[in-house]
Every structure is written in C-alpha cells, then in structure tokens.
C-alpha cells in the first residue's frame, strides 16, 4: 500500500467517479482504475461495486475512508516536521476558512504572512465554520479560522477578533423584519455556517422558532445573501464586513437590531505539534 493509492483511493471515494477522481488527482483515467485494482487485489477486498459505468463504496471501502485520511494526514505531518527545521526558508500550511473570514478578512493577513515568509506555500480551502472545523479534526487542515465555537474537544481555540453583525433589508424595505419576524421574507446562509447560527440565537431570544419562518430563502455564499437581500428578496443578518460597502452605496440598510458580537477563532489540533510556520501565523493572525 502506497501513500499514492490512498490518494486516489480518496479522492475516488469522495466522487464515486473514477473520472472526476482522475481530472482532481491531473492523472489518467487508467492510471487512477489500475491504482484502486491493485489495492483490492493485494489486500484481497473490493473497496467499490461497479454497477454500468458508475461506481459505489462498499462497506469495507466506506470503513476504510477513515484509516487513508489518518495516514494521509500523518505522513504531510511528518513532512512538515521535516520542513519545520529550515527556519521558514520553505515548508507548507493548510488553512481552513469559513466564508466570512475568508472572503473579507483572511485575504489581508495572507498577504502579510507571504510576504514575510515567501518561502511557505499556502493552501486555503473555504467552506462553512463547521467543515472548517472539520478539515483541522481530520488532520487534513493545519489550522482553521471560524466564526463560532467549534464544540470539539481534539481542537484548541483562540480568540482573534470582534465581528459586528447587522440585520440588514433592501434600501427601500420597510422594517417589518425586526417588528415581526414570522411575517418578514428572509434570505439566509446554510445550517452550520457561523452567520446562520448568528440568525438562529437572535431568532430563539425574541422566542421565534425557525421552522416557523415563511419559507426562507437558502442560498450557499454571504456574497448571493447580500445580493439577493439587495434585489428585494427578504431580509437576513450578515456580518458588517459583507455589508459594509453596500449601506454606504444605499443599496441595503440595516435595521436597529439588538445582535451580539461574534468572534472569529483560530482552531488548532491539540495532539499535533505546533510547527514554526503554523505559530507565524497565528502571531500575525492574532495581531489584528
């Protein structure tokens, strides 16, 4: 069993397509077909039925997930170890993002971090606060940045900084948002984003269940929220850095809800060893 047959093993599990595998991985679609035979047959196991042209998990293959992402995870661990000792000369980081802090306040310290150290590659991938969190759990993300309490035990959180919300309406809106929420259209992120558990503790403190609302909008991203908030299609609450420039234009407005602040946190797995490049991070992510 080789490192790269648990990379292909991987990415074809989370596709169930040997061609999507393929395209991700930049290799052929028989070099992909030959890695997972040769891991079947050595071990005497079939990771996947193929049914036409589809492929399905088995339930050696959907048991054996777990196992490839930990040994993937530890050997880009032992590599970073490897890499720790050039002094930030070279080396790698991998950092999970939610979508607010990626689109609107990561993209300044990335730009701090590579100019002081150009040396460090830096991958980012974006999701919500929970599969942030997630990525850092699974060992497949150094360190994550979330808007929200992780609520796992294996990651260590720190407290970066103040994020004002606002409950925001088309300019020419009404407030009917804040004086009833049951009767308002609403526009909303996904559950286990951090702005959408923002929305839903303001929702329960005016003693509102959500399930109750009139058939909220759901929409994947704060930018289509917002640009939909703007065309007229309900009202929501956003994080001020998504909808700062558009109250100054006056194409939104925000309401005077009561909303508590959140905080953006950096997540770290408590069993990992802190490596220079992660450490230059949070120092510069913790300054401001």
């Keep these: 069993m080789t490192l ?17 595998a393929a395209e991700s991985l930049n290799l052929t679609q028989s070099a992909v077909s030959a890695a997972i035979s040769a891991l079947e047959a050595r071990h005497g196991v079939k990771l996947f039925d193929r049914i036409g042209r589809r492929i399905f998990l088995t339930d050696a293959g959907r048991g054996f997930i777990g196992e ?7 050997a880009a661990l032992a590599a970073r170890m490897l890499e720790d000792t050039a002094e930030l000369a070279r080396g790698h980081l991998r950092i999970a993002a939610s979508q607010t802090v990626a689109n ?20 980012v991938r974006i ?12 060992l ?14 294996t990651l260590e959180e720190t407290l970066l900084t103040k994020d004002a919300m606002q409950l925001v309406v088309a300019a020419d809106s ?3 948002a804040l004086a009833d929420p049951l009767a308002a259209d609403w526009v909303l992120r996904e559950t286990g984003s951090g702005t959408r558990a923002v929305f839903d503790a303001w929702l329960a403190g005016r003693g509102v269940d959500a399930d109750a609302l009139r058939n909220p909008l759901i929409l994947p991203s704060n930018e289509a929220v917002r640009a939909a908030v703007e ?4 009202a929501s609450i956003l994080s001020e850095m998504v909808v700062g420039r558009s109250i100054d234009a006056g194409l939104i407005r925000a309401l005077p809800a009561e909303l508590p602040h ?20 949070a120092a510069l992510a913790s300054d401001g």
């Design 4 to 20: 790269e047959q648990l990379r292909i093993f991987l990415a074809v599990a989370e596709r169930e397509h040997v061609t999507r």
């Design 68 to 74: 490839a992402r930990a040994v993937l995870g530890r």
């Design 104 to 123: 609107d306040w990561l993209p300044a310290r990335l730009a701090r971090y590579r100019k002081s150290y150009p040396g460090i590659e830096l991958h």
């Design 127 to 138: 999701g919500n606060s929970v599969s942030a969190a997630t990525a850092v759990s699974r």
């Design 140 to 153: 497949e993300a150094d360190l994550a940045v979330i808007e929200d309490h992780a609520g796992d035990e």
């Design 174 to 176: 009404d407030g009917a």
């Design 231 to 234: 065309a007229g299609a309900g």
């Design 262 to 281: 959140r905080h953006f946190r950096l997540l770290r797995h408590r069993e990992r060893p802190f490596t220079r490049a992660e450490a230059a991070f």
